[in-house]
């Protein structure tokens, strides 16, 4: 008899590609948790958290700073500590094995850039990453510019003390002061990377697609709801979420889901070697056949979770 971990194996084997969504839970397990109202925003930030009384990692990213330079300080001290010092570790490492050498796609609500630092090209950041910023006078035109560099020699400055206003980072097309292309009223999305998530979708929907969920819990539903929606129009396709103690699979794909409510690491051991102690539910019997006003109403429900940008540009799954 086949156990859980050995048909999630099986279909990761005979999957045509992964589509991979990663969320919060993923930044946590490698150490960065934007919400946590602990020590560690000190540590990264020293005297500015205490300055500005910023309580998390989250704060310290959109606070409103009256001093540009503070701000650029703030960004400087976060992208030293979480991105220009940044190692790819075991959870990458795993992750790589996982994929093996199937096609893959990366979407992710993570801002942390740690997938494109480990070497995932194929990825789509859809509330954009600390390294990148674009033109506060014209977002649109002047976007997307890579200030990994700019942040580093930002971050020396301000540890020798010379840092002025002349470092603040301006746009080398208008000289208008640059902008962290984060959410907000002038995020840009990487079009570069919208185009590769669409032809990856428009290649492989109709096809034996895995989704690979790695911690994105129920409230979360950018990234959710619409995966969820491709498995659910495909009938060729399955979906394996990992998250400890917060499962949420409908019925609607239950006989094509797996979750396992553990570590992402104990998961993806488990499916590396096909045996391991974790909590793995699924699949379900299918479910009865659905009379057509069932089906509306699950529609309905799927409906209200989709996200307006996708349907706008028109790459609704499934
Ligand atoms: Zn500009």
């Not at 396709?237 to 797996?258: E, F, M």
Request: charged share 20%.
């Amino acid at each position: 008899m086949t156990n859980s971990i050995q048909t999630a194996q099986q279909w990761l084997h005979d999957a045509d590609a992964l589509l991979i969504t990663a969320s919060n839970g993923f930044s946590i397990t490698e150490g960065l948790n934007l919400f946590a109202q602990d020590s560690k925003v000190k540590t990264v930030i020293g005297d500015l958290a205490e300055k500005y009384r910023l309580p998390n990692l989250l704060s310290a990213m959109s606070y409103n700073y009256p001093d540009a330079l503070d701000r650029w300080r703030v960004y400087a001290r976060v992208a030293e500590y979480y991105q220009y010092n940044y190692h790819p570790g075991e959870l990458m490492d795993k992750l790589r094995q996982v994929i093996g050498d199937k096609p893959y796609f990366i979407w992710t609500s993570n801002v942390d850039h740690h997938f494109a630092l480990a070497d995932f090209d194929q990825l789509l950041e859809v509330e954009g990453n600390w390294q990148t910023a674009s033109c506060s006078t014209h977002p649109k035109e002047h976007a997307h510019v890579d200030i990994r560099e700019t942040l580093h020699q930002i971050y020396e400055k301000d540890q020798a003390g010379t840092l002025t206003d002349a470092d603040i980072p301006s746009c080398d097309e208008c000289g208008a002061p640059l902008a962290m292309n984060v959410p907000g009223p002038a995020f840009q999305m990487d079009q570069a990377q919208v185009a590769k998530f669409e032809s990856f979708i428009n290649q492989y929907q109709e096809k034996k697609i895995l989704v690979l969920e790695l911690g994105i819990g129920p409230q979360n539903q950018l990234i959710k709801a619409p995966s969820m929606q491709l498995v659910a129009g495909n009938d060729q396709s399955h979906y394996i979420t990992i998250n400890k103690g917060q499962l949420y699979i409908p019925d609607v794909i239950g006989d094509r889901s797996i979750g396992f409510s553990s570590t992402i690491l104990d998961a993806f051991d488990a499916l590396i070697t096909g045996k391991g102690k974790v909590d793995v539910q699924g699949p379900t019997a299918p479910a009865p056949k659905m009379t057509a006003a069932e089906k509306k109403q699950q529609d309905e429900m799927l409906q209200k979770f989709y996200p307006s940008y996708t349907i706008n540009r028109g790459i609704r799954p499934g």
